[in-house]
């Protein structure tokens, strides 16, 4: 990250996550395979670290979602990243459906073993059990609706709303255990905690968002500098800091608080709202560190 940055403290587990996490454990012997659905714009801040630890050794499909919003070319890294982990990967966009349809496909290719051992017993004819895992605000419960094709979970743009666990069947030979999402303790870096407060999976009331759009706007000037030109009509200044970046697009926005002062506050949440949104391009915060 760059040195123009401001340190941010960023700490949030909930009670109910530490609930969530044992109920997690315990239901791990009730499935088949684990679907883990991350934000393809930061593929590596959300994912939980738990997650390895919680499947074991339970067959594993990735799900890169959001995939509209994130860089293709940084999808395509990621792609083989998780690949050449020995994961399963589908992209999907949950909003418009795209590669939703691919799921109950995508699962019975990770679970072949399994539906060859189960003929063998025959016990062809048993549903095949999937546990959805994911953070807070990743679109899980958007891809659990698209792929039941009703409204099978509760959703929202507010972290943290999926309550208990439900299982929802997808078909005759397929069923998902939903789980409320969840964070981990302690973030690993700043870096991570930035990310994930970006992208809305950590509340904005419990962060500065003054700072946060502030960071956002100096790695937007390093990734895609063109998003500010073409959004905020102006080339950021490589020696500015992540304030006066701020303080430039509130000017070319108008927001003027009195003479020769701009409100900084009323930008950031614009910045963040629009990054959220997709307007400011498809964009992706992370590139895996090894392919």
């Not at 799900?63 to 860089?71: F, V």
């Not at 005759?172 to 302690?186: F, Q, V």
């Not at 700043?190 to 407060?197: K, M």
Request: glycine residues 8%; contains cysteine; hydrophobic residues 40%.
């Amino acid at each position: 990250m760059s040195d123009m940055t401001e340190k941010m403290n960023i700490q949030w587990f909930p009670g109910h996550m530490t609930k969530a996490q044992r109920m997690i454990e315990e239901n791990m012997k009730l499935v088949d395979a684990v679907c883990e659905i991350i934000d393809a714009r930061i593929p590596y801040s959300s994912r939980n670290p738990d997650i390895d630890r919680l499947a074991g050794t339970k067959p594993r499909l990735v799900i890169l979602n959001r995939i509209d919003q994130a860089d293709p070319a940084v999808t395509v890294l990621w792609r083989s990243y998780f690949k050449s982990q020995g994961l399963d990967v589908l992209e999907t966009d949950c909003k418009s459906g795209k590669g939703v349809s691919g799921f109950a496909d995508a699962i019975r290719s990770v679970l072949k073993d399994k539906l060859e051992a189960l003929a063998a017993k025959g016990q062809a004819t048993r549903p095949l059990r999937v546990m959805i895992l994911g953070i807070p605000n990743v679109g899980k419960s958007t891809f659990i609706n698209k792929v039941a094709k009703r409204k099978a979970a509760l959703a929202s743009d507010k972290p943290g709303v999926t309550r208990g666990k439900q299982w929802i069947t997808i078909d005759a030979g397929l069923e998902l255990l939903d789980t409320p999402g969840i964070l981990w303790p302690r973030f690993d870096s700043q870096e991570v905690g930035e990310c994930l407060a970006c992208t809305g999976a950590i509340r904005d009331e419990i962060i500065d968002r003054e700072t946060l759009a502030a960071n956002l706007m100096v790695r937007l000037r390093e990734l895609y500098p063109q998003s500010i030109e073409q959004r905020y009509k102006f080339v950021p200044d490589p020696a500015a800091n992540g304030y006066e970046l701020l303080g430039e697009a509130a000017k070319k926005r108008g927001f003027l608080v009195s003479k020769g002062e701009y409100d900084l506050g009323r930008m950031a949440a614009v910045l963040l709202d629009e990054f959220r949104d997709g307007r400011l391009g498809r964009i992706s915060l992370e590139k895996p560190k090894a392919v």
